[in-house]
Nanobody, 123 residues
Framework: QVQLVESGGGLVQAGGSLRLSCAAS????????MAWFRQAPGKEREFVAA????????SYADSVKGRFTISRDNAKNMVYLQMNSLKPEDTAVYYC????????????????WGQGTQVTVSS
């Protein structure tokens, strides 16, 4: 069992930055690939970024490539999403999730989910 708690969301102007954090409980955290997804109102949840168990491999959606960076600290059971050059279209609830697969971009491949943190980017 893994519990995930996201934090760091908020309101930011276009062009600004935010750093999201995901705190995980459970001794098996380091065995999972981790990912960030987001869901805007009226839209399906979509893949944003993923990182493998060691942190040595990452994957990004085309829409965030070059602007967002995913990282993890297995000693602290933490995953991060550094978001730079934010755009209004990045506005969504952001979720972290765990998977035993690499690289998984479908929500169906993720087992545990956090409750989400709201990110709002104003124009």
């Amino acid at each position: 069992q893994v519990q995930l708690v996201e934090s760091g969301g908020g309101l930011v102007q276009a062009g600004g930055s935010l750093r999201l954090s995901c705190a995980a409980s459970g001794r098996t955290f380091s065995s999972y690939a981790m990912a960030w997804f987001r869901q805007a109102p009226g839209k399906e949840r979509e893949f944003v970024a993923a990182i493998n168990w060691s942190g040595g491999r990452t994957s990004y959606a085309d829409s965030v490539k070059g602007r967002f960076t995913i990282s993890r600290d297995n000693a602290k059971n933490m995953v991060y999403l550094q978001m730079n050059s934010l755009k209004p279209e990045d506005t969504a609830v952001y979720y972290c999730a765990t998977s035993t697969r690499w690289v998984a971009v479908s929500t169906r491949d993720y087992t545990y989910w956090g409750q989400g943190t709201q990110v709002t980017v104003s124009s």
